[in-house]
């Protein structure tokens, strides 16, 4: 599996590679540790971290092929200055390194340190049937919880009692905690698209959740919108009733060759026709894999064309300051005819 991913990579290099970005080095290697670089170029990779990782390395080295491990205590500069000697050009991730690196690294190395953007990350964009396959269990984790939502709202007093239950029922299936906490918003709150769950009491009306778990590295993303108790007030219901078809013409739109513009405007369509597009804040979505946001982008703006393999979220969403809001949220895989939506969890307001 690595060495596929490392010869595709190969493929599209220009220039000897150093690889600073900790996901990138987790999808070249599976490495889950702290520190780490790697250098590869057409003939070489090396992997480089500090004593705490060394035997850690060792072990994922052995399944790549032509592997060289560096361990270094000190002097990462001169250990990185090294290792790139003889080479004319050496590209630097740019989204990922900071100025003082890239400062003190000019002032070891004999080459030219050129910038480089979403090399790795286009890799990374197009999911293989292992990742597909920690994506969907990670999925089904979501759904778990979202299956017990009502018992979970019973026994819970605020906003972030409700989170916690969350991630709990997620771990039960087989998910771990994300790097980033559930929004759970009740009433008002569900206005605020990435309102921070705390203290607040749930009351009986419109609950807003978006949350998500991750399966070895990869991450599940959902979001629901419910109404709690009694009739839910007929603003809610057209809220509610514009976004599910927003959503569910944006699934409809998708398959390879599509651009997220195109999908983008599948759903602001919909949400045109109810005189809710002002009032949906935020582009329709993303993709999902070892970062809960990576390529593509569907966005007003996008020209990212959709490709087999691909996971991304369609989650539309209105929002009423004062009042609340609505958001749907699924994953979705491109597939070579169409999609398949990998959150199976009801998307009714009284779900």
Not at 78 to 101: P, T
């Amino acid at each position: 599996m690595y060495n596929n991913r490392i010869a595709r990579l190969r493929e599209r290099l220009e220039l000897p590679l150093l690889v600073t970005f900790l996901p990138n080095i987790r999808y070249l290697t599976g490495f889950t540790g702290s520190n780490a670089f790697v250098l590869v170029s057409d003939q070489r990779f090396v992997f480089i971290t500090d004593g705490r990782y060394g035997e850690a390395a060792a072990a994922l080295l052995e399944s790549i092929d032509g592997g060289e491990l560096v361990v270094y205590s000190t002097g990462l500069e001169d250990v990185l200055a090294a290792q790139m000697a003889g080479y004319g050009k050496v590209g630097l991730e740019s989204q990922d390194v900071k100025w003082g690196f890239v400062h003190g690294l000019k002032a070891k190395v004999n080459c030219g340190l050129t910038p480089t953007s979403g090399i790795v990350e286009a890799l990374r964009a197009v999911k293989d049937q292992t990742e597909i396959a920690a994506l969907t269990a990670a999925a089904g984790a979501g759904d778990a919880a979202f299956s017990e939502v009502r018992a979970l709202v019973d026994g819970s007093q605020s906003e972030g009692d409700v989170g916690w239950s969350l991630i709990d029922v997620m771990r039960r299936a087989g998910g771990r905690q994300a790097n980033w906490p559930p929004i759970v918003a009740a009433g008002a709150n569900a206005a605020l698209p990435h309102h921070r769950s705390g203290t607040g009491a749930l009351g009986a009306g419109l609950l807003l959740l978006d949350y998500g778990c991750t399966v070895d590295g990869y991450h599940s993303d959902m979001s629901r919108t419910i109404w709690l108790r009694g009739e839910p007030d007929s603003t809610t219901k057209r809220m509610h009733r514009a976004v599910l078809e927003a959503q569910e013409a944006g699934i409809a739109a998708v398959g390879p060759g599509v651009t997220g513009a195109e999908v983008d405007e599948a759903c602001r369509a919909v949400l045109r026709g109810y005189d809710y597009e002002d009032l949906f804040v935020h582009s329709t979505g993303h993709g999902v894999g070892l970062e809960i946001h990576e390529a593509p982008r569907l966005a007003v703006t996008s020209q990212d064309e959709l490709l087999p393999g691909h996971v991304v979220t369609i989650e539309p969403g209105v929002y009423v300051p004062g009042v609340g809001g609505v958001r749907i949220e699924d994953m979705v895989l491109v597939t070579e005819d169409g999609c398949r939506v990998l959150t199976q969890s009801e998307k009714g307001l009284e779900a």
